[in-house]
């Protein structure tokens, strides 16, 4: 049937070819007028294989318009035709389009199930491309199955051949293939490339200090000024200015090449894309769990949701910001800023779960914030203040005792009325 149409097989091929370059642009408006013409001669020819790679495109471009019924039928006669064929691949391609689909609606269990299934049949085949292909689609599908621990190694593979990039790097995302990994809270490392990087050479003292202070000063558009005037104070003109450039290029080989480090218009910028900072993931995660609380729907979800994401951050929140160098007057600000943060929304989510049916989550909260900063007498009351509502006495008065030893020894000072107010009404 092919020799009888070659002009339209052709045709078909070469609008359906049009219509996946049109979509990579997300120009939907012409992905869409070359899909229509492609699956219309295809159709008439009668060639199903080619029917079921246009059938998919078009549920795609369809899917990208918002007409999702539409796409879904689509992509069901697609799934169809390659069940007919017993095609692992176009299974593979209905799988991955089907957990698109459904996460992009907020079917979360759906989409998962889809993409479980989709990742253990790519793994088994070995597929790494097929028509139709998004980069972008291909890197979010990617940063949810290593979120939901989906096939690591094969997505790894995935991620690392195609050189998937995703639209926003997934800080959340700590088992990302990220080609350098930095650590500052509680401990300084680095890893680079999966192995950790060794400090014992003075050499690399000086680049490390350059790395630190970088992250230390946000990470992104730091002024060569102000790195300079904090590593080398006092160095003048041309001579701090050389020190700064050779310092970079040796921080640059350290971290695995140039793009680790951007330099442009006197701004220095870690790169986002392939380094990941646990203080910057650990940011992301507590805005992450802000927007839950505010926006979250169902109250039961929500909650988990919540408590999930902090204990994630406080997992993560192992100590200071580079307690190790608490002596640079540059690490001080980054590290107050985080440690209230911290704090602040231990207690911000903690009552969101107290109020909220969380209270067993909201002690260990409370607990792990004193882990971290044991003078926090807001946290000291807050956790009375759990335990009276469930009615251990005997735990408040140990929390108090607590409190009390912790403040006189190491401030000098007693709890605050405030506390004494707490402690009186919980062992009531």
Same mark, same amino acid.
């Given at each position: 049937l092919m020799n009888e149409s070659p002009q339209r097989m052709n045709m078909s091929y070469y609008k359906y070819l049009l219509a996946w370059?049109?979509?990579?642009?997300?120009?939907?408006?012409?992905?869409?007028?070359?899909? /229509?013409?492609?699956?219309?001669?295809?159709?008439?020819?009668?060639?199903?294989?080619? +029917?079921?790679?246009?059938?998919y495109g078009?549920?795609?471009?369809?899917?990208?318009?918002?007409?999702?019924?539409?796409?879904?039928?689509?992509?069901?006669?697609t799934w169809r035709i390659g069940r007919g064929m017993k095609s692992h691949m176009i299974e593979f391609m209905c799988l991955l389009s089907d957990a698109r689909f459904a996460l992009d609606q907020g079917k979360e269990h759906k989409g998962l199930e889809s993409l479980k299934q989709a990742m253990a049949l !790519?793994?088994?085949?070995?597929?790494?491309?097929?028509?139709?292909?998004?980069?972008?689609?291909?890197?979010?599908?990617?940063?949810?199955?290593?979120?939901?621990?989906?096939?690591k190694e094969y997505v790894f593979e995935l991620v690392k051949k195609r050189n998937l990039v995703p639209e926003h790097p997934p800080l959340e995302v700590e088992n990302w293939p990220w080609p350098v990994r930095i650590y500052t809270l509680g401990r300084f490392g680095l890893v680079v490339d999966g192995e950790p990087v060794r400090f014992l050479k003075k050499s690399r003292q000086k680049p490390l200090s350059l790395l630190k202070a970088l992250?230390?000063?946000?990470?992104?558009?730091?002024?060569?000024?102000?790195?300079?005037?904090?590593?080398?104070?006092?160095?003048?003109?041309?001579?701090?200015?050389?020190?700064? /450039?050779?310092t970079v290029q040796r921080l640059r080989r350290i971290l695995g090449g140039e793009a680790a480090v951007l330099v442009s218009g006197g701004k220095v910028t870690l790169n986002p894309v392939c380094c990941w900072v646990d203080a910057w993931a650990f940011e992301r995660i507590l805005s992450e769990a802000e927007a839950?609380?505010?926006?979250?729907k169902k109250r039961e979800r929500r909650v988990e949701k919540v408590a999930g994401l902090f204990e994630k951050a406080s997992g993560m929140y192992s100590g200071h910001f580079l307690k190790e160098d608490i002596d640079f007057y540059w690490t001080v600000s980054m590290r107050e800023r985080l440690r209230s943060r911290f704090l602040r929304h231990i207690v911000n989510i903690g009552e969101y779960l107290q109020q909220n049916g969380g209270l067993k989550k909201a002690i260990e909260l409370y607990q792990k914030g004193l882990e971290v900063d044991s003078l926090s007498e807001e946290l000291y009351q807050q956790l009375?203040?759990?335990?009276?509502?469930? !009615? =251990?006495? !005997?735990?408040? +008065?140990?929390? =108090?005792?607590?409190?009390?030893? /912790?403040?006189? /020894?190491?401030?000098?000072?007693?709890?605050?009325?405030?506390?004494?107010?707490?402690?009186?009404k919980a062992v009531k």
């Open positions: 370059e049109a979509l990579l642009h997300n120009d939907l408006i012409n992905a869409h007028e070359h899909i /229509t013409i492609a699956l219309d001669l295809v159709v008439k020819i009668g060639f199903p294989f080619m +029917e079921a790679m246009i059938r078009m549920a795609q471009v369809l899917f990208g318009r918002g007409e999702h019924q539409e796409a879904a039928e689509n992509l069901a006669m !790519g793994r088994k085949h070995g597929f790494t491309h097929f028509i139709f292909w998004r980069p972008d689609v291909m890197a979010r599908l990617c940063v949810e199955a290593l979120q939901a621990g989906l096939e992250i230390a000063f946000g990470g992104r558009g730091v002024s060569t000024g102000r790195i300079i005037d904090a590593l080398w104070p006092d160095a003048l003109g041309d001579a701090a200015i050389s020190a700064f /450039t050779t839950v609380v505010e926006h979250g009375m203040k759990c335990y009276g509502e469930i !009615g =251990y006495r !005997g735990e408040v +008065e140990r929390v =108090y005792r607590m409190c009390l030893k /912790t403040l006189s /020894t190491l401030l000098g000072v007693m709890p605050s009325h405030k506390t004494e107010a707490i402690y009186r």
